[in-house]
């Protein structure tokens, strides 16, 4: 019978993710409507990191997208959701914590023997090259909201 103890570096990695999405919540909650929508790089051909909206929408968007991936890679397949341009702060936190749920769920039949995986052929690949186990996924996720957290507090800084 599978328990709690098969699931230790499970429960870590969520642990450690939710932080991240909560920590990025905790930065966004002050963030204006206009400050939201306000172009913070003028001159970035990535159109991601145009404003805080287009960079939260990526976040949001990649975040489902990881566990998507993982789902798919135990036959789970579902489609992705399209980018969500939200207006307010609240509507973004309230995404975050819709990923906190999803990834959660993708969770639930996924024990510690399965996080890692050497052989190629059973790694998790992505549309942009990359090829990962379910833990370097959820490494990457984790750090991916990290980076993103920081470039906003950058903006956050430069829009006083």
Same mark, same amino acid.
């Given at each position: *019978? #599978?328990?709690? &103890?098969?699931?230790? %570096?499970?429960?870590?990695?969520? %642990? @450690? ?7 990025? &919540?905790?930065?966004?909650? $002050?963030?204006?409507? #206009?400050? +939201?929508?306000?172009?913070?790089? $003028?001159?970035?051909? /990535? ?5 805080? !909206?287009?960079? +939260? ?19 789970? %397949?579902?489609?992705? $959701? ?8 609240? @509507? ?24 890692? #995986?050497?052989?190629? $052929? /059973? ?12 833990? &370097? *996924? *959820? ?6 909201? +990290? ?7 950058? %903006?956050? @800084? !430069?829009?006083?």
């Amino acid at each position: *019978m #599978k328990t709690d &103890q098969n699931k230790r %570096a499970v429960n870590a990695i969520l %642990a @450690e993710y939710e932080r991240a999405l909560n920590e990025l &919540q905790y930065v966004i909650v $002050p963030i204006s409507n #206009k400050d +939201l929508a306000a172009t913070i790089d $003028p001159h970035t051909s /990535d159109p991601n990191g145009k404003s805080i !909206r287009n960079i +939260l929408a990526h976040v949001i968007g990649s975040a489902f997208s990881y566990a998507i991936y993982i789902r798919e890679s135990i036959d789970h %397949a579902i489609p992705r $959701p399209g980018l969500r341009h939200r207006d307010t702060a609240l @509507e973004y936190i309230r995404d975050l914590d819709e990923v906190i749920v999803f990834t959660r769920d993708t969770f639930k039949t996924i024990y510690d023997y399965s996080l890692e #995986k050497f052989d190629y $052929p /059973d790694k998790i690949k992505t549309k942009w090259g990359q090829s990962y186990d379910i833990e &370097q *996924m *959820m490494e990457h996720a984790i750090v991916h909201v +990290l980076r993103h957290r920081r470039q906003i507090e950058i %903006a956050k @800084e !430069r829009l006083c």
